[in-house]
C-alpha cells in the first residue's frame, strides 16, 4: 500500500490502526482498546493495557537473540573514546543503576532529574528509571543553575542523576557546581544524587547526598522490569513556552512505545540492526525519541555522538562516523548543515569517506531552507527528507515516509501529514482557510499516540496553551499553509518563541530576565534572523532615568545575567539600549514589527501604532547591530 491508502486507512479507522501498529510491542496485558475518549478534550491511548518500556527497549531484544548486537556506539571526539555497548551488556547496566535507584527508595510514579552530557550513561539512566516505572525528567547541559531549579520544583524528583562535567569544545563545564547551586536555589530539595564522575573533572560529593555512579551501581541487586498501566507517565520533558515557567509536557507509556516503533520502518525506513544515527542531544525531544527511545525499541543500533559537527575536529566528522560504524540514516537539525557548508562548501571532507552505507538524511527542529537542502542532497547523493514535529508530539507530524513511499519532494515543506494526525489551517475565526492561504495549523483531535496528553501539574494551562482557541482542535503554536496537493508549508510561530540552532527558546523568558536588572525600565527580544543559527534572540532596553551606568555596562550585564540564569545556549550576545519601545496604543509592544526591520523586510505600518517616528528610532539602534541593513 502507498501513503494514500495508509492515510486514508487510518483515517477511516484510527483504533484500528494503532491496534495493528500495537501488536508490533511485548505488552503483559494487551490492550483491549485504543483510545480512551472518557474524558474528552483529553485523551489517552491503550490506557487498559501494561507493558514496560524497558523490557521493550532492552530484555526483549536479548532475549530474542540479539543481546551481542551494539545497541549504543559512543563516539566522543572531544574525549577521544569510542565504546560499543551490546544489548547484553546495556540491560546489565540498565538493571544495576535500577536496582541502586530501588535499593534507594525511588518507586514506581516517583521523578528522577537526568542532567548528563552526551554519554551513554545518559540513556542507561533513562531506561534505569522506565525499567521502575520512575518518571524521568532530562534537562539540557547548556541550562543555566536556574533552569535546573525551576525543573526541580515543578517535577519534585525524589534524586538527580547527574555527569560531573559536559566538554564543549575547548572548556570543561563543570555541572557539579551548577547541580549544587540549582538544589540550594530550589524550595524542593531530591533525596539524593547519583554522579558519574568523568575523569576530565571529578566531582566534590556531599557524604550522604551525593553518590559516585560506580559505587552507587556496584554490587547491588539488579532491578526487573516493572510493568506500568499503558497512561502511566514515561516521562516529563520541559519545553519553552511564552513565560519563564516552562511546560512540562508529559508522555504516556503504551502510545509512546506503539507510535515510536511504527515510525521507524515507516518513516526513516530502517530495519531491526540498522544502525540509526541522530545528531542531537538526550536534553531535546530529538534525543529522547531518536537518540535514545525509537532506536532501542525497533531493535536498531543508536549512535551516542560527543561533538560538534564542526571543529570536533573538523567539518569531516559527520563523515567519518557515517564511515566507520555504517550508519543507514542520520538525522539532525538544519543549521548543523549550515555550518558544515560554512567551513567546506565545495564538500572536500566529504569525498575523503566511504558514505555508501547512508540511505537518506533526515532534518527537522527548525525550517530547512532550500540552500541547505540543495547543498546537502547534491553533496551526499542522498534523499533529504525535511519534517516536521514538535517536543509535544514527540515524532512527526508531517514527512515523507521512505518506508512507505518516497513521495515527490517540495523543497520547503516537510510534505504530507502522517497518519494520526488530520492537519488543518483554520484563520482567526477559526473557519478552515483555502488551499494556499496562511492560518494557524492545527490538529483535529484526538491526537494520535505518543503525543502529549496534558502538562505536568498543568491541566488548565494545557488546555489554555493547545485546546482552547479552536475547540476541537490541537493548536501547534506555528503558522503555515497546505498547498493543493497536501504539502504543509510551515512559516512562522504565533507565539514568542524562537528556534536558535535547533534549540527552542522563549522570548518571553528572556524578557523575564532582562526586567530583572535593577537598571532596565522595559524591554523586548525579538528573534533575527542568522545566517548559521536561523534565529538569535536580540534585546532592546530602555533604562530607568538616573541611572549612573553606561549603557555598554548595562548590555554587558544583560548578557552576562541571560548567561547566568538561562544558559549559554540561550546564545544572546546582542542588546541596545533605546528611549522607547514601539507600542500600540494599548500599550502592546510591536514585536514583529521590529523583527520585520531587523530582517530588512517590507512591512506595513501597524494601524493601531502609538508614535510611528519610534520606528526610526528601533532601524537606527538596529543598524548600530548590523541588523536593519546596517
Ligand atoms: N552544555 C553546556 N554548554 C552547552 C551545551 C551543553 N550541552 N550545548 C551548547 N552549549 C553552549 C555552547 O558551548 C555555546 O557556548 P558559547 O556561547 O560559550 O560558545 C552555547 O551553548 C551555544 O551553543 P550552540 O547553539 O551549540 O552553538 P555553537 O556555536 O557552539 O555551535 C552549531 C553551533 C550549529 C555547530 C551547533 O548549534 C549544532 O551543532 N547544532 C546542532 C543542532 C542540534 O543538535 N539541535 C537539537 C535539536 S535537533
Ligand atoms: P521543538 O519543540 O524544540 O522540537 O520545536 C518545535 C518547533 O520547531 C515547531 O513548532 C516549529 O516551529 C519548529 N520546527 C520543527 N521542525 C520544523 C520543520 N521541519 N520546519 C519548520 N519548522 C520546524
Redesign the pocket.
Known amino acids: 500500500m502507498g501513503y494514500a491508502e495508509i492515510y486514508a486507512a487510518w483515517k477511516a479507522d484510527p483504533e484500528a490502526f494503532w491496534m495493528e501498529a500495537a501488536q508490533a510491542i511485548d505488552w503483559v496485558s494487551p490492550p483491549t482498546r485504543a483510545l480512551n475518549d472518557d474524558n474528552a478534550p483529553l485523551y489517552e491511548w491503550f490506557t487498559e493495557a501494561r507493558v514496560n518500556t524497558c523490557w521493550n527497549a532492552v530484555d526483549r531484544h536479548v532475549e530474542a537473540g540479539r543481546g551481542d548486537q551494539a545497541a549504543i556506539i559512543y563516539d566522543s571526539p572531544v574525549t577521544g573514546i569510542k565504546r560499543r555497548i551490546t544489548y547484553a551488556e546495556l540491560k546489565d547496566q540498565v538493571a544495576s543503576l535500577a536496582g541502586g535507584l530501588v535499593t534507594k527508595g525511588v518507586t514506581k510514579g516517583d521523578r528522577v532529574i537526568i542532567y548528563m552530557p552526551m554519554v551513554p550513561e545518559a540513556l542507561v539512566a533513562m531506561l534505569a528509571c522506565a525499567r521502575i516505572g520512575a518518571i524521568h525528567s532530562v534537562v539540557f547541559g547548556g541550562f543555566a543553575a536556574n533552569e535546573l531549579a525551576v525543573r526541580i520544583d515543578d517535577a519534585a524528583p525524589k534524586a538527580i542523576i547527574a555527569g560531573s562535567c559536559g566538554i564543549e569544545p575547548g572548556r570543561i563545564v563543570e555541572y557539579k557546581p551548577l547541580l549544587d547551586a540549582a538544589i540550594e536555589m530550589a524550595n524542593h530539595k531530591p533525596d539524593f544524587t547519583v554522579i558519574l564522575q568523568r575523569e576530565q573533572c571529578l566531582a566534590n560529593l556531599t557524604p550522604g547526598r551525593d553518590y559516585a555512579w560506580n559505587e552507587f551501581t556496584s554490587g547491588v541487586e539488579p532491578a526487573d522490569c516493572v510493568p506500568v498501566e499503558g497512561n502511566h507517565p514515561a516521562y516529563i520533558l520541559y ?1 519553552s513556552g511564552t513565560t519563564g515557567q516552562p511546560k512540562g509536557v508529559v508522555r504516556h507509556t503504551a502510545g509512546h512505545l506503539v507510535a515510536l516503533n511504527w515510525t521507524m520502518k515507516n518513516i526513516y525506513n530502517v530495519d531491526p540492526g540498522d544502525v540509526y544515527w541522530a545528531a542531537s542531544d538526550v536534553g ?3 534525543g529522547h525519541s531518536y537518540i535514545c527511545y525509537a532506536p532501542l525499541i525497533h531493535g536498531n543500533t543508536t549512535v551516542v555522538f560527543e561533538g560538534k559537527p564542526i571543529g570536533t575536529p573538523d567539518a569531516g566528522t559527520f563523515w567519518r562516523v557515517i564511515e566507520e560504524y555504517n550508519v543507514k540514516v542520520l538525522f539532525t537539525a538544519p543549521t548543523a548543515f549550515r555550518a558544515i557548508k560554512r567551513e567546506d562548501s565545495r564538500g572536500e571532507f566529504i569525498k575523503k569517506y566511504d558514505l555508501s552505507s547512508l540511505k537518506a538524511l533526515y ?6 531552507d532550500p540552500d541547505t537542502i540543495h547543498w546537502a542532497g547534491d553533496k551526499l547523493g542522498v534523499p533529504v527528507i ?7 508530539t514527540g515524532y512527526s507530524i508531517a514527512a515523507n515516509p521512505l518506508g512507505i513511499e518516497a513521495l515527490p519532494v517540495k523543497i520547503g515543506s ?1 510534505s504530507v501529514a502522517m497518519p494520526g494526525y488530520d492537519v488543518q489551517i483554520l484563520g482567526d475565526d477559526g473557519h478552515p482557510m483555502p488551499a494556499g492561504e496562511l492560518g494557524a495549523i492545527v490538529v483535529k483531535l484526538p491526537l494520535p499516540p505518543g503525543t502529549l496528553p496534558t502538562l505536568w501539574n498543568a491541566e488548565d494551562r494545557f488546555k489554555s496553551s493547545y485546546l482552547n482557541a479552536f475547540p476541537g482542535y490541537y493548536e ?3 503558522a503555515g499553509y497546505i498547498d493543493e496537493d497536501g504539502y504543509l508549508y ?1 512559516m512562522a ?1 504565533t507565539d514568542d ?1 524562537i ?1 536558535v540552532a ?3 527558546l522563549s522570548t518571553g523568558a528572556m524578557e523575564e530576565v532582562l526586567a530583572a536588572h535593577p537598571d532596565v525600565a522595559e524591554c523586548a527580544v525579538i528573534g533575527v534572523t542568522d545566517q548559521l543559527k536561523g534565529q538569535l534572540p536580540l534585546g532592546f532596553l530602555c533604562t530607568n532615568s538616573g541611572t549612573s551606568k553606561s549603557d555598554a555596562d548595562i548590555v554587558t550585564e544583560c548578557v552576562k545575567l541571560m548567561r547566568d540564569r538561562i544558559g549559554p545556549v540561550a546564545a544572546f550576545k546582542h542588546a541596545v539600549v533605546v528611549d522607547r519601545l514601539p507600542k500600540t496604543r494599548s500599550g502592546k509592544i510591536l514585536r514583529g514589527t521590529m523583527v520585520k526591520i531587523a530582517d530588512g523586510d517590507t512591512y506595513k505600518m501597524p494601524a493601531t501604532i502609538d508614535d510611528p517616528a519610534i520606528l526610526d528610532e528601533i532601524e537606527e539602534a538596529l543598524k548600530t547591530l548590523g541588523y536593519a541593513g546596517g
Open positions: 519545553t531535546w525531544v530529538v532534518l527537522a527542529g527548525e525550517r530547512a525535511d519534517h516536521w514535529w514538535q517536543t509535544e516537510p501547534t503554536g506555528d510551515i510561530r518563541v528556534n535547533g534549540h527552542r
